[in-house]
């Protein structure tokens, strides 16, 4: 059975439509349609405001999860090795690099406690701080040379909501087409039907 079709009365005074129910609630939240814009359903008698016909309110988009805590890293190589390049998000990169420097300093600084230690464990902390340090100095770097700026973010946004406003232009322009043939064709059949008029 075919959705029955939605039509609403825009600042004009102006019919638009016929729309399926999901565009309508998507004009809805796009601020195009408020909840006094007058719709009407086929099959239905009056025309009624938009907030009464869909009593429930519209469901809004759902909200992308929660980035998870970046996890505890002791080693750079198991981090990364599995990941593709842009896989790894900034924010969760840097939190790993950041508590994996924190983790060698406190493993660096646990064996320099006792001076008998420092002496035995010298060599194994030169051998294990330097390298860490190093990587971690690279990773750094490699990551602010990679790291989209904030004017790229907000153009990437910018083109995505344009992108989507110009899909809904889209989808009316096509709606405008339909209805204005539907009309053509109905005052065709009418012509054909009363030759003369009434």
Sequence with gaps: MNE???????????????????????????????????????????????????????????LPPEPSP???????????????????????????????????AVHALDSLNTPERRAADNKKIKGCLIPTVVIFVVLVVIIIINAPTSEEIKKR?????????NELAKRDRENEELRKEQNREMMRRYIRAFPNGR
């Design 4 to 62: 029955p079709k939605w039509y609403y009365f825009n600042a004009n005074n102006e019919t638009i439509g016929p729309f399926s129910k999901i565009v309508l609630i998507e004009l809805s939240q796009a601020g195009q349609i408020s909840n006094e814009t007058l719709v009407f359903k086929e099959g239905t008698e009056a025309w009624q405001p938009f907030g009464e016909a869909f009593s429930e309110p519209p469901e809004p988009e759902p």
């Design 70 to 104: 970046a996890p505890v890293v002791t080693s750079v190589p198991k981090y990364i090795a599995h990941r593709k390049k842009r896989d790894v998000g900034y924010k969760e990169l840097t939190g790993g690099l950041v508590q994996m420097a924190a983790v060698s």
């Design 157 to 165: 946004d910018a083109q995505r909501e344009e992108d989507r406003l």
